[in-house]
T-cell receptor, first 114, second 112 residues
Framework: DGGITQSPKYLFRKEGQNVTLSCEQN?????MYWYRQDPGQGLRLIYY???????QKGDIAEGYSVSREKKESFPLTVTSAQKNPTAFYLC?????????????FGPGTRLTVT | KNQVEQSPQSLIILEGKNCTLQ??????????LRWYKQDTGRGPVSLTI?????NTKSNGRYTATLDADTKQSSLHITASQLSDSASYIC???????????FGRGTSLIVHP
């Protein structure tokens, strides 16, 4: 059963704590992406990776960090430096790192920080 | 700056009625345009994709049109169902860019 998975679906953390969101894909895609979605707003790009061991900042990378040690995995860490971390986080993957190819999205993780 | 504007922001219709959502873009160069459906609390799912040479594409009750000259697209939903209640997102690729441009989406609510 191919696809892209994110875990957990809901995550609660106290302010000041770092938290890591998981994203795994078995589609053999080279590129992976992290987006943030807030109510009434479009998807905003946090980080993307075109290939293993390489990643680039998106529009709102401050307060976030990523790693891409394996093709299948692209975890996102929300650090305590992120001033407003409560949001819905979406991971996506595509065959290659150009926008010619469709992005497939995971089910999302809703992070609540209090 | 590449931009994608969607209208209306929200729409409420009765079950069984048709509706049309609009997408205007200023992405250049243009490569492709996709419509995604996003159910509440879920990830977006692709409905249609159109390239420069295509002006219409259907997926069941969903029909997308593209006018590359005016840089406009529409998504027409026929005989709406309660399950059509979702956000519909227009996404435009510029060919060779690593990241497409996303619209903010139209929130559709279908009432029984």
């Amino acid at each position: 059963d191919g696809g892209i998975t994110q875990s957990p679906k809901y995550l609660f953390r106290k302010e000041g704590q770092n938290v890591t969101l998981s994203c795994e894909q078995n589609l053999n895609h080279d590129a992976m992406y992290w987006y943030r979605q807030d109510p009434g707003q479009g998807l905003r790009l946090i980080y993307y990776s075109q290939i293993v061991n390489d990643f680039q900042k998106g529009d709102i990378a401050e307060g976030y960090s990523v790693s891409r040690e394996k093709k299948e995995s692209f975890p996102l860490t929300v650090t305590s430096a992120q001033k407003n971390p409560t949001a819905f986080y979406l991971c996506a993957s595509s065959l290659t790192g150009t926008d010619t190819y469709e992005q497939y999205f995971g089910p999302g993780t809703r992070l609540t920080v209090t | 700056k590449n931009q994608v504007e969607q209208s209306p922001q929200s729409l409420i219709i009765l079950e069984g009625k048709n509706c049309t959502l609009q997408c205007n873009y200023t992405v250049s160069p243009f490569s492709n345009l996709r419509w995604y459906k996003q159910d509440t609390g879920r990830g977006p799912v692709s409905l249609t994709i159109m390239t420069f040479s295509e002006n219409t594409k259907s997926n069941g009750r969903y029909t997308a049109t593209l006018d590359a000259d005016t840089k406009q697209s529409s998504l027409h939903i026929t005989a709406s169902q309660l399950s059509d209640s979702a956000s519909y997102i227009c996404v435009v690729g510029s060919g060779g860019s690593y990241i497409p441009t996303f619209g903010r989406g139209t929130s559709l609510i279908v009432h029984p």
